[in-house]
C-alpha cells in the first residue's frame, strides 16, 4: 500500500498569512493527488485534483503542487472561514490512501 | 446541483449486518463511478469501496475485504453498501462520495451517516 505522511498535523497562523501544508507518498503517485477541506461537523470537499488543479468554485487563494513523492498545498492571505482539517490522498494505485491530516487554527 | 443523501446508519451490535443507501440527484448517476469512504470519530478518513459506473468492477479496502459489499441501481440513481460481520472499529461516519468522470479523485460528497456497532 502506499503511505502518505502529511505534515503538520496542527497549525496556527494568523489572518492574511501564507500556510503551507506538506504530504509526502512513499512511491512516486505521478501526480495523482488530491486535496481536500473538513470543516468542523461538515463532510470534505474537494479543493485540488491532479495535484495543481484548482477544483470548481475553489478560491485561488488555495494551490497545489509538486511531483514524483512530494507535494503541497498553499493557501495565500489566509481567511477566517480557512480554518479546517486539510487531507491530501493518492488515488495513482488502490487501495487509496489519505495522509493524517493537518487541523488549521487561527492564532 | 450534485445532491448525495445517505441513509441506514445507526445502531447495531458486533457480528450483524446493516445496509447503507446513498441517493443521488443532480447528475447522471450512471455515468459515474461511486465509492464509500468513512471517519472513525475525532480520526482521519478511510477509503472503505470504489464501484464503476456500470457496476461491473468493485475494489475495496483490506480492512473491509469479504464483509462488505458495494453495490449500486441505477435505475434508481442509488449507491449501497452492504456491511456483513460488523465489528466495533468499523464505528464511523460513512460518506458516500462521486468520483471525476475519468479519473479517480472524489469530487463530491455526500453529509454521511454514523454507524456505531456497539453491544
Known amino acids: 500500500d502506499i503511505q502518505m505522511t502529511q505534515s503538520p498535523a496542527s497549525l496556527s497562523a494568523s489572518l492574511g498569512e501564507t500556510v503551507t501544508i506538506e504530504c509526502r507518498a512513499s512511491?512516486?503517485?505521478?501526480?495523482?493527488l488530491a486535496w481536500y477541506q473538513q470543516k468542523p461537523g461538515k463532510s470534505p470537499q474537494l479543493l485540488i485534483y491532479?495535484?495543481?488543479s484548482l477544483h470548481t468554485g475553489v478560491p485561488s487563494r488555495f494551490s497545489g503542487s509538486g511531483s514524483g513523492t512530494q507535494y503541497s498545498l498553499k493557501i495565500n492571505s489566509l481567511q477566517s472561514e480557512d480554518v479546517a482539517s486539510y487531507f491530501c490522498q493518492q488515488y495513482y494505485d488502490y487501495p487509496y490512501t489519505f495522509g493524517a491530516g493537518t487541523k488549521l487554527e487561527l492564532k | 446541483e450534485v445532491q448525495l443523501v445517505e441513509s441506514g446508519g445507526g445502531l447495531v451490535q458486533p457480528g450483524r449486518s446493516l445496509k447503507l443507501s446513498c441517493a443521488a440527484s443532480g447528475f447522471t448517476f450512471s455515468d459515474y463511478n461511486m465509492a464509500w469512504v468513512r471517519q472513525a470519530p475525532t480520526k482521519g478518513l478511510e477509503w472503505v469501496a470504489s464501484i464503476s459506473y456500470g457496476g461491473s468492477n468493485t475494489h475495496y479496502g483490506d480492512s473491509v475485504k469479504g464483509r462488505f459489499t458495494i453495490s449500486r441501481d441505477n435505475a434508481k440513481s442509488t449507491l449501497y453498501l452492504q456491511m456483513d460481520s460488523l465489528r466495533s472499529e468499523d464505528t464511523a461516519t460513512y460518506y458516500c462520495?462521486?468520483?471525476?468522470?475519468?479519473?479517480?479523485?472524489?469530487?463530491?460528497w455526500g453529509q454521511g451517516t454514523l454507524v456505531t456497532v456497539s453491544s
Open positions: 512511491e512516486d503517485i505521478y501526480n495523482g
Open positions: 491532479n495535484a495543481n
Open positions: 462520495a462521486r468520483l471525476a468522470r475519468v479519473s479517480y479523485w472524489f469530487a463530491y
